[in-house]
């Protein structure tokens, strides 16, 4: 069982073809090329840092969805608000958050593609 886990995993990162699930990379985005060590050997280390920074690469990129998703939601509520300034302030400090959690977002997405290059 866990040898036909292991062969289908192998499989799957030398393979490293296909399109992707809604743009967002597959798990094992770095360990194309070569095959997968999940426990290290004496030819390198194991990949598992490579998957881990795969799959915050997908959480960053959903992060960044949701923060643009945050900033629509911000305009509506600007719109909404009918010249209220509490409602028109509290517009304004969703889309400001949402613009900040973006920025943090696509450079945290940046560096984590940068590490995962370097280190695959």
């Given at each position: 069982?866990?040898?036909?886990?292991?062969?289908?995993?192998?499989?799957?990162?030398?393979?490293?073809?296909?399109?992707?699930?809604?743009?967002?990379?597959?798990?094992?985005?770095?360990?194309?090329?070569?095959?997968?060590?999940?426990?290290?050997?004496?030819?390198?280390?194991?990949?598992?840092?490579?998957?881990?920074?795969?799959?915050?690469?997908?959480?960053?990129?959903?992060?960044?969805?949701?923060?643009?998703?945050?900033v629509?939601?911000?305009?509506?509520?600007?719109?909404i608000?009918?010249?209220?300034?509490?409602?028109?302030?509290?517009?304004?400090?969703?889309?400001?958050?949402?613009?900040?959690?973006?920025?943090?977002?696509?450079?945290?997405?940046?560096?984590?593609?940068?590490?995962g290059?370097?280190?695959?």
């Open positions: 069982m866990i040898e036909t886990l292991f062969l289908q995993v192998k499989t799957l990162a030398v393979a490293c073809g296909g399109g992707t699930f809604f743009g967002l990379p597959h798990w094992y985005k770095y360990v194309c090329g070569h095959d997968f060590r999940l426990l290290g050997n004496d030819k390198g280390g194991s990949d598992i840092p490579l998957v881990a920074l795969a799959i915050l690469e997908i959480m960053l990129r959903i992060a960044a969805v949701a923060a643009i998703a945050y629509v939601f911000g305009a509506i509520k600007y719109e608000s009918q010249g209220d300034p509490g409602k028109v302030n509290e517009a304004k400090g969703t889309i400001i958050n949402a613009l900040v959690g973006l920025m943090i977002a696509t450079f945290a997405i940046a560096i984590v593609a940068f590490l290059n370097r280190l695959g």
